[in-house]
C-alpha cells in the first residue's frame, strides 16, 4: 500500500478516535474540537478542488463560507422567530431541518461560484487572486450592511437545527453528523481527482494552450470546478454557523479565506487528507499555542513559513513524499 | 482534384503597423505535406495561430474540410480534426505519458465531462491511448512523468497526442526543433507515414527534412507567400535563395 494511503487511514481514524476517547473520558470540549476540525477540514476539501486539482488560488473562498452560514440563518431564523421565511410571491415557511439547510447552502454557494468564477476566471494569477478577494470582502460589507441580520453583529441561532433520527445539540451525534459530511466530501473529491473530468482539469491546470488544442475549454473545465469547490464550502459554512449557533460577517472575512488556505497549504496542497491534516493541525495550534501565549499565530506563521519554504507538499506531502503517479 | 482538407483563403492580421500575415492563401491536399518555411519573423507563429484559433483574423477565411472554422475557437477547431502540436513541447508535464494521450482522446471525443469514472479505467479511451503511444514509439515509457521524459520522447508525445486526436489534419510548428540527427531521421520516417492518415503542414527549419518530405513548398517572408511551388521549383527560384536560403544556407 502507498505511505499516503496508510497516512489518509491514519487521519481518518485518529479524526474519529479522539472525540470518541474523550467522550468516554467525559470531556465534551474536546469533541467540539474535532467537530471544528472535521467542519474546517471540509471548507478546505472544497478550496483545495480548486486550489489543488484546478491551480486556482482564490483568495475569496470565505464567500462561500458565510453563504452557506447565511443560508442557514436565513432559513432558521424565521422558525425561532415564527414568522414565515417569505410571503410573496407564495408563502414559504423556513426550516429547522439540517438537510434541507444543506441542500440550499449548496446550492447558494454553486450560484455564487458560478457567479464569482464566471469574471474571475477571464483573469489569471496574481490578477485572479484579488478579484477572488474583491468579491468576498464585497460580500462581507454587504452583510455588515444587512440589517436583518444582524449587521456587523450576527445573528444566533439559539437552538441547532435538526436531523432526522438524530439529536444534534448531544455533542457526540453532531460530530458524528460532520465527520460522515467530511467522508462523503472527501470520496467526491478521490473520485473527481482520477474521473476524465479530473484529467481534464489537470490538464487545464498544467497546461490550458495546449488542453485547448486538444479540444478541452480550460475556462469551461475549471469554472465547473470552481462551482463545486465553491458548494462543498458552503455547506461547510452551514455546519460552521450550526457548531456555533451564530452567523456573523466574520465568517465571511478575507482572514477566513486566508484561514482556508492554511489549512490546505499547512497539510498539503492537491492531496486528499491535506485540508484534515492542515486543519487538525491549526486547530491543535490554536489551542497547545493559544495556552502559552495569545501571540499564538506568530507561531503558526512560523510553521507556516517553515513549510511553504522547506516542505512544499505540506505535512503529507513530508510525511508520505512525492505523489506517486498511480497507473 | 479532391477539395482541399484545409484551406486558407486571403488571411489578414495585423499587429498595429505591422502586418504579421498580409494576404496569405494556401491549401492543404489529401495525403500531402505542405511546408511552410521563411526566415525568423516571417509571420509563421502568426499563421499557425490564425489556422489554429488562437488568433483571430482581421479579414480572410479559415476552411477545414469545406467548413468554414474562421469564428470557431481552439476547442471546437481541435474537435472539428485539426491536430496541431507546438514549437515549444507542450505537455501536461505532472502527467504521465498514458495520461497525457488520455486527455488527448477523451477532449478529441468530448468526453471531457465524466465525473465518476476513473479515466484510466476507461478500456475505451485506454486502448486507444496505448495504440498511439506504441505508434509514437513511446511504449516502455509509458508510466514516466511528462516532465522527466528528454527532449527527444517528449517530441514523439506531442506527436501521440497529435495523433490521439484522430485528425483530418496536421499542423506541425517545428517538430524536429532540438533533436539530434538521429531523432530527426526517426521523425522524419515517422511523418512520411503519417501522411497517409492525413495531411501535414509542416512548418520546419531543418531543411533537409523538408526536401525529404515535402509535395509543396511555400515560403513566407514579411507576412507573404512570396513562393509556392515543388521542392525542385522552390530551390531553383531565385526570389525565394535571395530571400531566405540565400541568407540562411547555400547548399
Not at chain 1, 495569545?294 to 507538499?313: C, D, P, Q, S, T
Not at chain 2, 489578414?12 to 492563401?25: E, M, Q
Amino acid at each position: 500500500m502507498r505511505r499516503e494511503t496508510v497516512l489518509n487511514a491514519v487521519l481518518a481514524l485518529g479524526l474519529l478516535a479522539v472525540p470518541l476517547a474523550a467522550q468516554a473520558m467525559g470531556e465534551p470540549f474536546i469533541v467540539t474540537l474535532a467537530t471544528k476540525v472535521a467542519i474546517l477540514a471540509l471548507a478546505g476539501v472544497g478550496l483545495n478542488i480548486a486550489l489543488g486539482l484546478g491551480g486556482m488560488v482564490s483568495l475569496g473562498h470565505a464567500a462561500f463560507f458565510g453563504i452557506g452560514g447565511y443560508a442557514m440563518a436565513v432559513l432558521a431564523a424565521p422558525v425561532q422567530a415564527y414568522e414565515p421565511l417569505m410571503t410573496w410571491p407564495f408563502e414559504l415557511a423556513g426550516t429547522k431541518s439540517m438537510p434541507v439547510i444543506w441542500v440550499a447552502a449548496m446550492v447558494a454557494g454553486a450560484l455564487g461560484a458560478l457567479a464569482i468564477g464566471a469574471l474571475s476566471l477571464r483573469t489569471s494569477g496574481v490578477y485572479f487572486i484579488m478579484i477572488t478577494l474583491a468579491f468576498g470582502q464585497m460580500l462581507y460589507y454587504f452583510a455588515i450592511s444587512w440589517p436583518a441580520y444582524g449587521g456587523e453583529d450576527g445573528i444566533s441561532i439559539y437552538v441547532r437545527n435538526g436531523f432526522p433520527g438524530l439529536n444534534t445539540l448531544d455533542p457526540i451525534q453532531f460530530f458524528a453528523l460532520s465527520y460522515g459530511v467530511l467522508m462523503a466530501a472527501l470520496m467526491v473529491s478521490w473520485v473527481l481527482a482520477r474521473s476524465g473530468f479530473g484529467l481534464a482539469l489537470a490538464g487545464a491546470r498544467q497546461n490550458p494552450v495546449r488542453s485547448a488544442a486538444l479540444g478541452i475549454r480550460p475556462y469551461s473545465v475549471k469554472l465547473t470546478a470552481f462551482v463545486i469547490s465553491g458548494a462543498i464550502t458552503a455547506l461547510a459554512g452551514a455546519l460552521f454557523a450550526d457548531l456555533n449557533r451564530f452567523v456573523s460577517p466574520s465568517m465571511l472575512s478575507w482572514q477566513t479565506s486566508g484561514e482556508i488556505m492554511v489549512f490546505v497549504i499547512l497539510g498539503g496542497v492537491a492531496r486528499l487528507f491535506g485540508p484534515v491534516a492542515g486543519a487538525a493541525l491549526f486547530i491543535l495550534l490554536e489551542h497547545w499555542l493559544g495556552g502559552f501565549s495569545e501571540y499564538w499565530k506568530l507561531f503558526l506563521g512560523l510553521a507556516l513559513l517553515g513549510i511553504v519554504l522547506f516542505a512544499r507538499g505540506g505535512l503529507i506531502g513530508t510525511l508520505a513524499g512525492r505523489e506517486v503517479a498511480h497507473d | 482534384m479532391t477539395e482541399p482538407v484545409l484551406e486558407v483563403r486571403d488571411l489578414h492580421r495585423a499587429f498595429g503597423a505591422l502586418k504579421a500575415t498580409d494576404g496569405v492563401s494556401l491549401t492543404l491536399r489529401r495525403s500531402e505535406i505542405h511546408a511552410l518555411i521563411g526566415p525568423n519573423g516571417a509571420g509563421k507563429s502568426t499563421l499557425i495561430g490564425l489556422i489554429a484559433g488562437n488568433l483571430k483574423p482581421d479579414a480572410g477565411q479559415v476552411v477545414l474540410n469545406g467548413r468554414d472554422v474562421t469564428q470557431a475557437d481552439v476547442a471546437a477547431r481541435a474537435r472539428a480534426g485539426l491536430a496541431r502540436s507546438f514549437q515549444v513541447s507542450a505537455v501536461a508535464a505532472e502527467l504521465t505519458v498514458l495520461q497525457n494521450v488520455v486527455l488527448a482522446v477523451q477532449g478529441a471525443r468530448g468526453q471531457s465531462f465524466r465525473f465518476f469514472r476513473p479515466a484510466l479505467a476507461n478500456t475505451g479511451l485506454r486502448a486507444a491511448a496505448e495504440a498511439h503511444i506504441a505508434r509514437a514509439g513511446l511504449s516502455g515509457r509509458r508510466a514516466i512523468p511528462a516532465g522527466d521524459l528528454a527532449h527527444g520522447e517528449r517530441r514523439r508525445l506531442e506527436l501521440a497526442m497529435a495523433l490521439a486526436l484522430a485528425p483530418r489534419a496536421f499542423v506541425l510548428d517545428e517538430p524536429m526543433a532540438g533533436m539530434g540527427p538521429d531523432g530527426a531521421r526517426e521523425m522524419t520516417a515517422l511523418l512520411d507515414d503519417l501522411r497517409h492518415e492525413a495531411p501535414i503542414l509542416l512548418v520546419e527549419h531543418d531543411m533537409d527534412a523538408v526536401f525529404a518530405l515535402a509535395d509543396r513548398v511555400s515560403v513566407l517572408v514579411s507576412g507573404r507567400i512570396i513562393a509556392s511551388g515543388t521542392v525542385a521549383e522552390i530551390r531553383a527560384d531565385p526570389e525565394v535563395q535571395r530571400a531566405y536560403l540565400g541568407e540562411e544556407r547555400l547548399e
